[in-house]
């Protein structure tokens, strides 16, 4: 079945620090990949996505490369605010011939940014 | 354009009881899903449906059911409630389903005592 394995932190960063967050999958088809955000007492946001291998997904400063070979889609940013705190959710959707949808996500990484 | 709207917000039950959670999709999206997330196992997925039909299931017990309105809007049901039932409810909607991006509501905080 699908899986998604992400680092489950907690992550504490300074402020303009650099930000890498790992994920990893396994699925059966071609997955379509998110990071999801969630702030403390809401929903999750969806924060950016790719949908095929190569793909580069980018958002607010955020950005991930689907890449096949390894099967990862590390969520990055060049320099974190203390307004990104929140936890990620690193997920993937595959359909199989459109009637099977459903998200399978990662265990969520709690991010913390002091300044 | 609204987002997807769930109520209530909060819920308190008890023990052996059922509760009903409503889930209000983005105007035009066809496709709701409904997640439950809790410390232990995160989120997972409970059910999906599209055009009034259920399309996929998440491996929960039979407690847990679920209905699609022809506006769309969609109920979950959870029966003879469990302590272990306490999780935060999240429902999201998309246009169809498939590969494309969900959009979540805020969610249903239950809690049974």
């Known amino acids: 079945g699908n899986s998604v394995t992400q680092m489950e932190g907690p992550v504490t960063l300074s402020e303009e620090a650099f930000l890498t967050i790992n994920c990893t999958y396994t699925a059966t088809g071609y997955p379509s990949l998110f990071w999801y955000v969630q702030y403390p007492g809401e929903g999750l946001q969806l924060l950016l996505k790719a949908t095929k291998a190569d793909d580069k997904g980018s958002n607010k400063g955020f950005e991930a490369t689907y890449r096949k070979e390894t099967t990862s889609f590390h969520l990055e940013k060049g320099s974190v605010q203390v307004s990104d705190s929140a936890v990620y959710f690193c997920a993937l959707s595959t359909n199989s011939g459109g009637s099977n949808y459903k998200l399978t996500f990662g265990k969520g990484t709690l991010l913390t940014v002091n300044p | ?113």
């Not at chain 2, 449906?49 to 017990?61: A, D, M």
């Not at chain 2, 039979?62 to 302590?83: H, K």
């Open chain 2, 1 to 113: 354009k609204a987002g997807v709207t769930q109520t209530p917000r909060y819920l308190i039950k008890t023990r052996g009881q059922q509760v009903t959670l409503s889930c209000s999709p983005i105007s035009g999206h066809r496709s709701v899903s409904w997640y439950q997330q809790t410390p232990g196992q995160g989120l997972q997925f409970l059910f999906e449906y599209f055009s009034e039909t259920q399309r996929n299931k998440g491996n929960f017990p039979g407690r847990f059911s679920g209905r699609q309105f022809s506006n769309s809007r969609s109920e979950m049901n959870v029966s003879t409630l469990e302590l272990g039932d306490s999780a935060l409810y999240l429902c999201a909607s998309s246009p169809q389903g498939g590969n494309t991006e969900a959009f979540f509501g805020q969610g249903t905080r239950l809690t049974v005592v």
